[in-house]
T-cell receptor
């Protein structure tokens, strides 16, 4: 099992450009999550999904959109990148319910200039 | 409401000496508690999980944590530090059910010296 994978690993964008980050999991997890990690601020939840076709906002959703068309994939989109979105982005997944531990991908380092 | 406080932002130990990383939590519900480790430029890896079974939880790489309800603490320990333990450690609280929102502590950076 590959677990949780993320593509790309690194990306540099100019302000105003758009991009999509892809997360894939092969553990048949129902729940998937997108976080951002910034120095001194820990991990903050951007959006999450409790199943195929569903999405919901987390703590810091502004400027991001997500889609969960297939159970194993969770996409994070930036429509018009801003320097404030420079961060490391992590995807995670879990079964849900009492099996609530989340498994994280390796991260995507995004720089917006 | 739930919250997590990691009492030390940095801990430095010598190789072969014990490790203690401190975590206090606040939860209105019976919590699930986790410790995750993050090595430089890597994702987060689950070390161990508490879910109201045994109060002493054993994890990977020789780590363990003890749940103390009266002290609302969930400290992480290891008897003998190894150089490879140098990383950032996150204490996390979650509520079962719903979408399993994780509340992260700010992290403790562990340095291990030869």
């Amino acid at each position: 099992n590959a677990g949780v994978t993320q593509t790309p690993k690194f990306r540099v964008l100019k302000t105003g450009q758009s991009m999509t980050l892809l997360c894939a999991q092969d553990m048949n997890h129902e729940y998937m999550y997108w976080y951002r990690q910034d120095p001194g601020m820990g991990l903050r939840l951007i959006h999450y999904s409790v199943g195929e076709g569903t999405t919901a906002k987390g703590e810091v959703p502004d400027g991001y959109n997500v889609s969960r068309l297939k159970k194993q994939n969770f996409l994070l989109g930036l429509e018009s990148a801003a320097p404030s979105q420079t961060s490391v982005y992590f995807c995670a997944s879990s079964f849900g319910g009492k099996r609530n531990e989340q498994y994280f991908g390796p991260g995507t380092r995004l720089t917006v200039t | 409401a739930q919250s997590v406080t990691q009492l030390d932002s940095h801990v430095s130990v010598s190789e072969g000496t014990p490790v203690l990383l401190r975590c206090n939590y606040s939860s209105s519900y019976s919590p699930s508690l986790f410790w995750y480790v993050q090595h430089p430029n890597k994702g987060l890896q689950l070390l161990l999980k508490y879910t109201s079974a045994a109060t002493l939880v054993k994890g990977i790489n020789g780590f363990e944590a003890e749940f103390k309800k009266s002290e609302t603490s969930f400290h992480l320990t290891k008897p003998s530090a190894h150089m490879s333990d140098a990383a950032e450690y996150f204490c996390v609280v979650s509520r079962s059910g719903g979408y399993n929102k994780l509340i992260f502590g700010a992290g403790t950076r562990l340095a291990v010296h030869p």
